[in-house]
């Protein structure tokens, strides 16, 4: 089994900055991607960002420019900065990573258990 634990959210001013972190802990044997996907209330849990292990990237149009994602392989550790916060931000943010036990193993997508992130004034 696999475990991510996130942390680093918290209430913020529009226009502040956050930084997650998701660290992925447990019977790993190789991380491919990782990520960050968020759900506001009464809304479908969409992607922020993406990271591969070689560290390409992939953004939602709504946080290009704002939210940066990077990861330490040797840590098994994802972050996501996030600059310029705007009130639609507001969400519960979680991490993911698709990792295997084994080698030879499935890649299993897994998930952490969502830290609060609240943008107003």
């Known amino acids: 089994q696999v475990q991510l634990v996130e942390s680093g959210g918290g209430l913020v001013q529009p226009g502040g900055s956050l930084r997650l972190s998701c660290a992925a802990s447990?019977?790993?044997?190789?991380?491919?991607?990782m990520g960050w996907f968020r759900q506001a209330p009464g809304k479908e849990r969409e992607l922020v960002a993406q990271?591969?292990?070689?560290?390409?990237?992939v953004y939602a149009d709504s946080v290009k420019g704002r939210f940066t994602i990077s990861r330490e392989n040797a840590k098994n550790t994802v972050y996501l900065q996030m600059n310029s916060l705007k009130p639609d931000d507001t969400a519960v943010y979680y991490c993911?990573?698709?990792?295997?036990?084994?080698?030879?193993?499935?890649?299993?997508?897994?998930w952490g258990q969502g830290t609060q992130v609240t943008v107003s004034s």
């Open positions: 447990g019977s790993i044997f190789r991380i491919n991607d």
């Open positions: 990271i591969t292990s070689g560290g390409s990237t």
């Open positions: 993911n990573a698709d990792a295997s036990s084994y080698y030879g193993g499935p890649y299993v997508r897994y």
